[in-house]
């Protein structure tokens, strides 16, 4: 077969992208690894900058996310014991969204057929070639039959472990790369929220997040050893853990219920430079990971994929090669300075193996500094909220 672009991979980014390139009459395919029912199962992201709403909201895709996605004001940080609220909405006149990825993922996969966005599921063995030619392709296995696809470009849109990063040539890569001695473990709950914003909490006994779904459905996540197994933490451990962490600051105390999910996941800061190789251009997680305090991930995401889709349909519109030569320029301006604060505040709100008091008397009193300083806050609550695009 042949298409205008092919897009791999079928998460947050190449959702998005397909929508917009059909948006604007431009004949796109997605190729995907795994079964739907894969992709929309995993519990991730729960926090949308306007950048991302507005973009749903553009294609028309934002009626459940309008019913039941919880508009935020406000997020707290805590040193264990006192509570800073960041009053977002005062200090940048913005709010933040919660609303799962898990759903962003089902409403974009529901309103694909509709608008004739192809996605071809149980992709197996996905490659890429010719990829400095002008005439690029993918091939896959389906049900154990081979096909090649030719596009006129590739997304790679397939996150941290896909295909398309690992098919640009050595000589050309720039990464960038720090790898955090903790991971989170997560738990996903339908017991009530124990606070009515999130609280990002650095305690004595580790970093702490306590978010939500939705008014019914929290979602805690604890900072832990990478050593640490799932195994090793029975949902009471974990009660009892977030309980210690946040029943002396929140409005309630943490309520105990089945667990939905439980998983382990790893932090790191990692930016490969290179998003651009011939016909081959990448979005999302397939160019760069930041560490998930701070709720930039999918955010980053969605900012990467409308640049790129700008530059696509220039060029399908009028051949204009400007927009995707200025593409990697463009998108690192932004994927740098949210790497810098998803860093920055993973460092003031995490306890690392190698700190000592001295350190903790540091984050300890950078949070009661943030606390009485306006600046400070201001600084925050506009990364938070999302840097203009
Ligand atoms: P992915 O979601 O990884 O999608 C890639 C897709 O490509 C997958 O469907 C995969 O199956 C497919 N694929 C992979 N390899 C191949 C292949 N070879 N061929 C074909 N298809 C392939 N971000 C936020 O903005 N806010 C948050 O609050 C937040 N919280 C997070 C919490 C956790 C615990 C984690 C783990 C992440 C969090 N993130 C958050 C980050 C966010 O989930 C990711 O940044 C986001 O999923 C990136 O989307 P993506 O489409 O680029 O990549
Ligand atoms: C969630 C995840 C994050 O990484 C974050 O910073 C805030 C909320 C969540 O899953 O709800």
Redesign the pocket.
């Given at each position: 077969g042949k298409t205008g672009v092919a897009i791999?991979?079928?998460?947050?980014?190449?959702?998005l992208l397909g929508h917009l390139l059909r948006a604007a009459g431009i004949e796109c395919v997605i190729?995907?690894?795994?079964a739907p029912d894969?992709?929309l199962g995993?519990?991730?992201?729960?926090?949308?900058e306007t950048v991302t709403t507005d973009l749903l909201r553009q294609l028309g895709i934002d009626q459940r996310m309008n019913a039941e996605g919880l508009i935020e004001d406000g997020f707290n940080l805590a040193d264990g014991e006192q509570l800073i609220r960041i009053d977002i909405r005062k200090l940048t006149g913005k709010h933040v969204t919660v609303y799962g990825?898990t759903e962003v993922t089902r409403d974009l996969m529901e309103a694909a057929p509709a608008r004739g966005l192809e996605i071809v599921c149980e992709?197996k063995d996905?490659a890429l070639h010719d990829l400095e030619s002008d005439a690029p392709s993918v091939t896959?296995l389906k049900d154990g039959v081979e096909h090649r696809l030719h596009a006129e470009f590739i997304a790679g849109?397939?996150?941290?472990?896909?295909?398309s990063r690992k098919s640009i040539p050595a000589a050309k890569v720039r990464e960038f790369e720090r790898v955090y001695p903790f991971g989170?473990l997560?738990i996903l709950a339908d017991v009530p929220p124990c606070h009515s914003e999130l609280i990002y909490s650095n305690s004595d006994r580790g970093f702490a997040l306590a978010s939500m779904r939705s008014s019914t459905r929290s979602r805690y996540?604890i900072q832990v050893p990478l050593t640490e197994r799932i195994e090793d933490w029975p949902e009471e451990r974990l009660w009892d853990e977030l309980a210690l962490r946040f029943d002396p600051i929140s409005q309630h105390k943490v309520v105990r219920g089945p667990a939905l999910e439980m998983?382990i996941?790893p932090l790191r800061s990692y930016v490969f430079e290179t998003m651009r190789h011939g016909r081959l251009f990448l979005?999302?997680?397939?160019a760069h990971?930041?560490p998930?305090t701070g709720?930039?991930?999918?955010?980053?995401?969605a900012s990467d994929v409308l640049y790129l889709s700008e530059a696509l349909i220039a060029h399908f519109a009028s051949a204009d090669e400007h927009a995707l030569l200025a593409y990697e320029k463009r998108a690192l301006a932004r994927i740098w300075k949210a790497e810098r604060f998803s860093w920055s505040l993973t460092k003031l709100m995490h306890r690392f193996p190698e700190d000592g008091a001295f350190e903790r008397r540091m984050q300890i009193a950078e949070l009661d500094y943030l606390a009485g300083s306006t600046a400070m806050q201001t600084a925050i609550a506009e990364n938070y909220v999302g840097l203009p695009l």
């Open positions: 791999i991979g079928s998460g947050p980014s190449g959702l190729i995907e690894r795994q894969y992709v995993r519990i991730r992201a729960g926090v949308l990825q992709a996905v896959y849109c397939d996150g941290f472990h896909g295909a989170w997560g996540y998983s996941a979005a999302g997680d397939a990971i930041v998930p709720a930039k991930g999918l955010n980053l995401a």
